[in-house]
């Protein structure tokens, strides 16, 4: 069973900067894409970035693109968001994910959230 623990959210002044932590277990995850999502309150759930576990390929969101960096270090089975310049509206739940290769572009793995909260 594949589990996802996320750590490192908190309140940070705006400018500010946090690093996310996620720690995987329960499987081999060499061809998983590992991602990050945040949901404000009152908004749906947003994709922020994703890092392929073997090849490193990154995406982002555009809200986000150069002032996030996701990241994994393979032998620890962690991905890491590195959040800088933070701005208030980044201010929400962020949950780590999992996708398998072959999962049609579902995540069906998901951390319990941390809650990042960005003041002006």
């Known amino acids: ?14 400018g500010g900067s946090l690093r996310l932590s996620c720690a995987a277990s329960g499987r081999t995850f060499s061809l998983y894409t590992m991602g990050w999502f945040r949901q404000a309150p009152g908004k749906e759930r947003e994709f922020v970035a994703s890092i392929h576990w073997s090849a490193g390929s990154t995406r982002y969101a555009d809200s986000v693109k150069g002032r996030f960096t996701v990241s994994k270090d393979n032998a620890k089975n962690t991905e890491y968001l590195q959040m800088n ?36």
Do not use: I
């Open 1 to 14: 069973q594949v589990q996802l623990v996320e750590s490192g959210g908190g309140l940070v002044q705006a």
């Open 85 to 120: 310049r933070l701005k208030p509206e980044d201010t929400a739940v962020y949950y780590c994910a999992a996708r398998p290769p072959n999962s049609g572009g579902a995540w069906p793995y998901w951390g319990q959230g941390t809650q990042v909260t960005v003041s002006s």
